[in-house]
């Protein structure tokens, strides 16, 4: 079974930074691809940013040069460093998974970012 817990999230004014954190519960955490999404109030839920298990990234173009993702095998833990964050980041974020063929959520993290 893996289970995944965030957190960090909170309120921070334009320009100002926050790290999310992503504890991945089980084995599987070194060999599997993990992605953040964010969602918006009536809005769907987008992806943000994407990291293999080799390390190799992608990102929204809405996020390019300001999030960061990284991912240290040893903690089995996910980060998403957010510098420069604007109102329109103000979102819930989520980690994401698929192991053994299973989709797997956390429960999510608030970022509130005011003008």
């Known amino acids: 079974q893996v289970q995944l817990v965030e957190s960090g999230g909170g309120l921070v004014q334009a320009g100002g930074s926050l790290t999310l954190s992503c504890a991945v519960s089980g084995s599987v955490f070194s060999i599997t691809p993990m992605k953040w999404y964010r969602q918006a109030p009536g809005k769907p839920r987008d992806l943000v940013a994407a990291?293999?298990?080799?390390?190799?990234?992608n990102y929204a173009s809405s996020v390019k040069g300001r999030f960061t993702i990284s991912r240290d095998n040893a903690k089995n833990t996910l980060y998403l460093q957010m510098n420069d964050l604007k109102p329109e980041d103000t979102a819930v974020y989520y980690c994401?998974?698929?192991?053994?063929?299973?989709?797997?959520w956390g429960q999510g993290t608030q970022v509130t970012v005011s003008s």
């Open positions: 994401h998974t698929i192991a053994s063929s299973r989709i797997y």
């Open positions: 990291i293999t298990s080799g390390g190799s990234t």
